[in-house]
């Protein structure tokens, strides 16, 4: 796993997410399976801060595919200087991913960690890039060769959301 810059991370890191987005979706309909099709769909988001300022949460609303509901939790470690990022979400009801740990370097941060894609052993990062502009992005990639090589499957582009 990439051991990301952590020495610049700090807890205001996603203080730029903090409010309500609009989101537009891409992902990969097959993963894992050299696949190029791609299904585009719209959501919104509502982020805010837990724990006083050391973690925060965000609640992901979606319609696509009957609709869903996710949740991401993130957490700062400030004796190592990185965050854990986990998600849930309603279509696997009392399961919460894995972590990916890591930090930001100016406006792109990367987090990875181990799951399991299919019962097999995969790395998993995002990538949170241009969160220092008003259409910040984050993207999901998986690598089932140790790193090596890596497929995107999950892109969402997100703009302010005018509701609350």
């Known amino acids: 796993m990439t051991d990301v810059l952590q020495n610049e991370a700090t807890a205001s890191d996603f203080d730029f997410w903090f409010g309500s987005w609009d989101v537009r979706n891409r992902w990969l309909r097959r993963r894992l399976a050299g696949s190029d099709d791609w299904e585009e769909f719209d959501a919104t988001v509502v982020a805010r801060p ?10 992901f609303r979606t319609d696509h595919a009957g609709g ?28 919460l991913d894995p972590p990916v740990f890591g930090a930001f370097s100016g406006d792109v941060g990367v987090f990875e960690g181990d799951d399991l894609y299919k019962g097999r052993p995969i790395l998993v990062r995002f990538t949170w890039s241009g969160v220092t502009t008003p259409t910040p992005r984050w993207e999901q990639a998986f690598s089932d060769d140790g790193g090596r090589t890596w497929e995107t499957n ?11």
């Open 50 to 59: 837990l724990l006083g300022g050391v973690g925060n949460e965000d609640e």
């Open 68 to 95: 869903f509901i996710g949740m991401s939790f993130r957490f700062f470690d400030p004796e190592r200087r990185r965050w854990s990022i986990y998600w849930a979400d309603s279509r696997r009801p009392g399961e």
């Open 154 to 164: 999950w892109v969402m582009d997100f703009t302010r959301g005018e509701w609350q």
